[in-house]
């Protein structure tokens, strides 16, 4: 089974930054470009950021662009979103999953081996 798996979540204060890790459980990330979803009590599930498969080629949703920044390390399996200036709105469970093709679109429908989230919550 084909699973990638979340970690770095927490409770952090407004301004605050994270590292969300993302790494796959029984295949290699390294022919996949992967994205970064995010998902709010009551808010549909909404891309946050993606990357190519050699990392060449990100995207963002307007409203992370400049705090946010997404990478990968193929040689380690895994990869990160760097959160900064994190606001109450980040607020969510943050997914990773894959696509074996690139292109700017961020449609979670399109993505597959969702992980199980990690929860973000930015709060004073």
């Known amino acids: 089974q084909l699973q990638l798996v979340e970690s770095g979540g927490g409770l952090v204060q407004p301004g605050g930054s994270l590292r969300l890790s993302c790494t796959a459980s029984?295949?290699?990330?390294?022919?996949?470009?992967i994205g970064w979803f995010r998902e709010a009590p009551g808010k549909e599930r909404e891309g946050v950021s993606c990357?190519?498969?050699?990392?060449?080629?990100?995207n963002y949703e307007d409203s992370v662009k400049g705090r946010f920044t997404i990478s990968r390390d193929n040689a380690k399996n895994t990869v990160y979103l760097q959160m900064n200036s994190l606001k109450p709105e980040d607020t969510a469970v943050y997914y990773c999953?894959?696509?074996?093709?690139?292109?700017?679109?961020?449609?979670?429908?399109?993505?597959?081996?969702w992980g199980q989230g990690t929860q973000v919550t930015v709060s004073s």
């Open positions: 029984g295949f290699t990330l390294d022919y996949y470009a």
């Open positions: 999953a894959a696509r074996n093709y690139y292109d700017e679109t961020m449609y979670w429908a399109d993505f597959g081996s």
């Open positions: 990357i190519s498969s050699s990392g060449g080629s990100t």
